[in-house]
């Protein structure tokens, strides 16, 4: 653990077994002034001592990474993930092993994996200058899953012209259109009936929700792509990125969305073929599916 000086944890607040997990592993591998604890629901991606930090080690699901990509990311910190979730696509160690392998991830020569991310920004149609995500203190954001154009407040359909690289494909009338990075195409993707992408590679997925008009097939797109999708209806749509960073979109706002600078970093020990091995499983289809959340310290 030498190499490593600081580690940051990072649980989910609504199990209470999680902050129990951060505080006896603390413990356990006497990380003493070395180590720091935050609660997922309070991430800012100013978080103080950040960016000293060498690891952080995620308690929770795949929903504590996304948070803590928000930390992460900028400062180039590698995530370990804890599962005590329900898939866990993301995270690397179960909940009941967790004390036997964290020690080895600190000691030993384990690989980093770098995944792919989306860059998002917002504007007036025709390149007018209005940034709507300014409403939710961002310039631009980046998303490690996927961004939602979609309904508002209002429960009707959108109207969303599309566009790749400039070229009009359709104007959907639908409940939202989602792009998603191939890190994302086993969340809300999949759960639309979208594709799933070998997690490393660096597509990206074009996917309507219940489309009324237009094309209901998703489209995988390869990363040099840039999609605009334009918010045609007279009433307010809204963009989602990553489930937590929401903006109301006016009648005639573009959103772009292209291949993100930034990369998520995550520590692996299993080889890259234990996505497939274990794919099954997570989805409630092999053996052992189930979770548990009752850890015996």
């Not at 998303?143 to 959907?172: H, K, Q, W």
Request: glycine share 10%.
């Amino acid at each position: 653990m030498a190499s490593l000086q600081t580690i940051g944890f990072i649980y989910n607040d609504r199990i209470v077994e999680a902050q129990e997990m951060a505080n006896a592993l603390v413990e356990r591998l006497d990380l003493g002034g070395r180590s720091w604890q935050c609660a997922a629901t309070e991430v800012e991606e100013s978080l103080p001592g950040a960016e000293e930090t060498d690891l952080i080690i995620t308690i929770g699901g795949d929903g504590t990474i996304i948070r803590a990509a928000r930390v992460s990311v900028p400062n180039r910190i590698p995530i370990l993930g804890i599962n005590m979730g329900r898939l866990g696509f993301m995270t690397e160690i179960e909940a009941h092993e967790a004390f036997d392998r964290v020690p080895l991830f600190l000691e030993g020569d384990m690989r980093v994996e770098e995944r792919c991310m989306l860059q998002v920004r917002t504007m007036s149609d025709g390149r007018g200058g209005s940034n709507y995500l300014s409403m939710a203190g961002k310039q631009e954001c980046n998303a490690l899953n996927d961004v939602v154009v979609g309904r508002g407040a209002v429960s009707r359909l959108v109207s969303i012209a599309t566009y790749i690289n400039s070229a009009f494909i359709t104007e959907f009338r639908a409940d939202a259109v989602i792009v998603s990075t191939a890190t994302g195409s086993t969340g809300y993707n999949l759960s639309v009936g979208g594709p799933i992408l070998w997690p490393l590679a660096d597509e990206m997925i074009l996917k309507p929700i219940a489309p009324h008009v237009g094309m209901a097939s998703a489209m995988v797109l390869p990363a040099t792509s840039t999609v605009d999708l334009v918010v045609r209806t007279d009433h307010s749509a809204t963009l989602s990125v990553d489930g937590y960073v929401d903006a109301d979109l006016p009648a005639g706002a573009a959103v772009e969305v292209q291949a993100s600078p930034c990369s998520a970093l995550f520590l692996r020990s299993n080889p890259p073929v234990h996505f497939f091995e274990t794919l099954t499983q997570r989805l409630g289809f092999g053996d052992g599916a189930s979770t548990t959340r009752a850890i015996q310290y």
